[in-house]
């Protein structure tokens, strides 16, 4: 049975408020985004590579994403925005912090590069009946409320034939000492309370909400991080506490 919604929001004001006190490191590569950093050159070309595939893109071309509409969910300083609008995408950045979108937005002026920017969350584009071939849902998920109707939200927002990148936090004992005593406490790669156990989602989770909106999974793959490289890599068999599921949505369902 469906989940009925009314006026639910998937703001929490509390994680809204975490992320803008920090909002100035986000081009930090050695600040407190660092883990990020050194994840994001494995998401970007995960990201391009299936999106080139999926919608049958040159890769020798100079902008491949020309036409292409693409969300980034929670963009945070635009660390995601501007790698795809450089490959040519029309990128609509949103996030709910006043302070993340100031820092996006000028850097992004800094590079010359033009990015619609807004102080906005899923369900205000949902509102506006805004649609997106691609949607960047990755490590948000974990910071947001009403879960289930932010899924539902994300869902609505897909064109037909439109790709969802989810990524996220398994939730299981491995992923708690990783992910929080160790990434948080013992190394101190992220600031304490970056993250809350309890918000972590499981993959058959994130599956079975997608599948209520009728949006079909294509695959789902884990984010390791190599100590001995010094660096994040892919894995098909370790799905334990970093994942990304990438999901499509059929025309005919849309």
Known sequence: ???????????????IDRFSDISSEWWNPT????????????????IQDNIMQHFQRNSRDKHPFKGLRILDLGCGGGLLSEPM???????VGIDPSAKNIEVAQNHANMEGISIDYRVSCAE??????????????MEVIEHVDNVPYFMKTC?????????MFISTIN??????????????????????GT????????????????EENNVKIIHCIGMVYN????????STKDLDVNYIVLAHLPKENS
């Not at 600040?31 to 995960?46: C, D, S, T």
């Not at 869902?155 to 790709?163: A, F, H, M, T």
């Not at 939730?171 to 304490?192: D, F, G, S």
């Open 227 to 234: 100590i001995f490289c010094n660096k994040w890599q892919l």
């Open 155 to 163: 869902c609505s927002l897909l064109l037909g034939n439109g790709l």
């Open 195 to 210: 993250h809350q156990y309890e918000k972590f989602v499981k993959k058959e989770e994130i599956e079975a909400m997608l």
């Open 1 to 15: 049975m469906k989940t009925k919604f009314h006026d639910y929001t998937t703001k929490n004001q509390e994680e």
């Open 31 to 46: 600040g407190k985004f660092k883990p990020l950093h050194k994840m994001n050159p494995v998401r970007v070309a995960y």
């Open 171 to 192: 939730r299981n004992l491995k992923a708690m000492l990783l992910a929080i005593i160790c990434a948080e406490y013992i190394l101190q790669w992220l600031p304490k």
């Open 85 to 91: 609008a450089k490959m040519g995408a029309t990128v």
């Open 124 to 137: 205000e584009l949902d509102k506006l009946e805004e649609k997106f071939d691609i949607i960047l849902n």
